[in-house]
């Protein structure tokens, strides 16, 4: 078993709806974690729709897409939080409008950049949310083309946890996500929510 995650980041880094994607992922009947960030949300009415289809589990992806830190790392050139305050700022406003949207508090948070430190661990635990981290980066950030994620994430194997980005339509996630799991499912490999 392995999970499919698709990041929806929104904001100056693109704030797009790759509909190609989630319809590959429908037509395949591979269930999917959504990390939503708000930013994206805000911009794109498709939404309660992705919310209301259970082949899809939503989940956080952050309110202003910052790395989680309590000292003001960076990571990727993004400036990330800069105390606990900062933190909880990116983790709870998102939080209440996924709640809002799905009916029930998302399960899991993964920062932008999925740069989380120890303390930021810490405060997500106590908030009742589990930090969620990936094993292969399939898209590289949206960056890659098809052929290249298709390579990627064709080496999923069972537990990995794959990540692709949904804010880019005109990239090659879609094409490469249609080589790649034609080739798992092929291959004997099932997807699932992350457990």
């Known amino acids: ?6 990041l929806f980041c929104g904001g100056p880094g693109g704030s797009g709806y790759d509909q190609a994607l989630t319809d590959t992922l429908r037509q395949r009947h591979v269930p999917a ?16 729709q992705l919310a209301a289809d259970p082949l899809f589990d939503i989940a956080n992806h952050g309110t ?6 309590t000292t003001g790392n960076t990571a990727y050139g993004i400036p990330g939080t800069r105390n606990a305050g900062e933190v909880y700022d990116e983790i709870m406003p998102n939080d209440g409008v996924l709640s809002g949207i799905t009916g029930k508090r998302p399960r899991y948070f993964r ?11 810490d405060i997500l635990n106590a908030l009742g949310v589990k930090p969620a981290g990936f094993s292969i980066n399939g898209d590289g950030g949206a960056t890659y083309p098809a052929a290249v994620l298709a390579k990627e994430v064709g080496r999923a194997r069972a537990g ?3 990540i692709c980005h949904g804010n880019h339509p005109n990239g090659g996630t879609a094409d490469g996500m249609k080589q790649a799991l034609d080739k798992l499912v092929a291959a004997g490999l099932s997807f699932t929510h992350l457990p």
């Open 1 to 6: 078993m392995s999970d499919a995650k698709v």
């Open 160 to 162: 990995d946890v794959v």
């Open 111 to 121: 920062p932008g950049t999925a740069y989380m430190d120890d303390v930021a661990v």
């Open 64 to 69: 202003s897409h910052k790395p989680l830190s």
């Open 33 to 48: 974690t959504l990390f939503l960030n708000s930013r994206w949300i805000t911009a794109n009415p498709a939404t309660r």
